[in-house]
């Protein structure tokens, strides 16, 4: 399975912010739409990675307030990216080694949609699921022959 089948299923919609947004109202925006992530742009660039990780760091820092603070000021600037053909074991490590719960997925320097850390544990659960059914109809249609052992 590849990052490309997760999209298709999962759908294009996607969530950005410039970075001299406030981070309240980023905040904000993830609030309402349910939503742990930003992909941070900057015209048609991807300059990084806003996460409820950042965001709470921030909270931390200046003693729950977040005033006058920028998305820029506590974005992750350089976050791990995949592209639509890497496959699912390999992005399961990078989110695993660089302690990542969202990947931008950047196919010829174009943002595709974002992964997350959710929507591999799912797909990987329901590739699981139907390998099981398989494997379950399978043995069920196994012919009676074979199941008797021979003299």
Request: charge should be negative; glycine fraction near 4%; hydrophobic fraction near 45%.
């Amino acid at each position: 399975m590849k990052v490309r089948d997760i999209l298709r299923v999962k759908g294009s919609t996607l969530f950005t912010v410039a970075p001299d947004t406030a981070l309240q109202t980023a905040v904000l925006v993830m609030s309402e739409h349910d939503i742990g992530s930003l992909v941070v742009m900057e015209y048609e660039n991807l300059v990084g990675m806003l996460t409820f990780r950042e965001v709470i760091a921030a909270l931390a820092k200046n003693h729950g307030k977040l005033d006058d603070l920028k998305v820029k000021s506590v974005m992750n600037a350089k976050p791990v990216s995949c592209n639509m053909e890497t496959e699912i074991d390999d992005v399961r490590r990078m989110m695993l080694v660089d302690h990542a719960r969202y990947l931008p997925v950047i196919d010829q320097k174009m943002l595709m949609g974002v992964i997350s850390f959710y929507d591999v544990a799912k797909s990987v659960v329901e590739a699981q699921d139907f390998e099981n059914t398989m494997l379950k109809a399978y043995i069920r249609d196994w012919p009676e022959e074979a199941a008797k052992p021979s003299n």
